[in-house]
């Protein structure tokens, strides 16, 4: 990106964020000291270096889907403060869309 600037107004209206002036001026100068850094962090050498996405291998810590015996459904609705048939009963928490 040398040479090129990166217009904080433009991309503070395409994010619909109002800045001053100021925090404009404030923004602009850390951007660019952004932008300086990842540069520099381009110029070095990684031939040989294969990628990774994390900095130890990670293993995938989920089990086997098996087949168990679980809650019994009484047992699990026995505490349920109120119940209809066979499920639990909860209060409406979430408001429509108004006509």
Known sequence: MANQT?????????????????????????????????????SVNVDGIEPTMHGRAIVNAFREDTVRPSLDREAALANAPRRTENEFYLPKIVEGAES
């Open 6 to 42: 990166i217009d904080v107004g433009y991309v503070a209206e395409l994010a619909r964020l109002e800045l001053t002036d100021e925090e404009k001026s404030v923004f602009q100068g850390q951007l660019e000291d952004i932008v300086k850094y990842v540069e520099k962090i381009s």
